[in-house]
């Protein structure tokens, strides 16, 4: 896989977008606070998109994205507060093997170069995307998702689990036959469901002829004893 749409984002690897107008590649997290209460931001490419998927059921699978960062230390990465402005070394990578994060945690950017500054050749700017038919929301992500370790959740379907959920919560396979027996019986509920519903309704446009009837009747009956 080499392409992936998720959070208002299209995401390349870096081969994929190499020599194209767009680049898709560039990618940053957010990491833990540091001494001074900012919050660390790592900038990177991506090099591998991965579908992990798990055996059994209910099926279930989880995308990361394998990643080459640069360096977040203040020798990698500069970030002028006062202009809003960062930098990242592209020369400099980051030493820990920490390469893969969740897809849903990923936001993306691209690196602009300087064409006049020589002083600058090493150097990129970092410039933000905005997500595609999203709302931004800040300080959405409070968990230092690259420092600590990875946790794959189980993303399992509320109303599913509740159905499904054991008194000790314990959840059994079922089988597919099994899953169509359940789905047949569903089906006959709901025909009995709709036969019950038309056969009172009948019911009900019978009881109201009855009641016109003797309504007749009895004007009938005032109409002979007048005359």
């Given at each position: ?6 959070n ?10 190499r020599n194209k ?14 001494g001074?209460?900012?919050?660390i ?35 990698g ?10 930098e ?32 600058k ?37 509320v ?15 079922v ?22 519903t ?10 109201l ?19």
């Open positions: 896989m080499n392409k992936y749409c998720i208002g984002f299209k995401f390349q690897t870096e081969e994929v977008s107008k767009t680049n898709n590649s560039g990618v940053y997290i957010q990491g833990d606070v540091d001074t209460g900012q919050t931001e790592y900038y990177g490419v991506i090099q591998e998109i991965i579908e992990v998927r798990y055996s059994g059921w209910p099926n279930k699978k989880i995308v990361l994205f394998r990643c080459e960062w640069f360096d977040p230390s203040h020798r990465t500069k970030v002028d507060h006062q202009h809003n402005i960062i990242v070394k592209h020369t400099r990578k980051y030493r820990s093997y920490d390469p893969f994060i969740i897809a849903q945690h990923a936001k993306q950017v691209y690196y602009a170069s300087y064409p006049l500054r020589r002083d050749v090493d150097w990129w700017v970092v410039i933000k995307s905005k997500p595609v038919g999203r709302i931004e929301i800040d300080n959405v992500l409070d968990v230092a998702y690259q420092n600590d370790i990875a946790i794959v959740q189980q993303q399992v379907d109303e599913l689990e509740t159905t499904l959920q054991h008194p000790q919560h314990i959840l059994e396979e089988s597919d036959d099994e899953i169509l027996n359940v789905e047949e019986e569903i089906s006959e509920n709901e025909k009995m469901n709709h036969l019950m038309k056969n009172g309704t009948i019911m009900k446009m019978k009881q002829r009855r009641k016109n009837g003797r309504m007749m009747e009895l004007k009938q009956a005032r109409r002979n004893s007048v005359e």
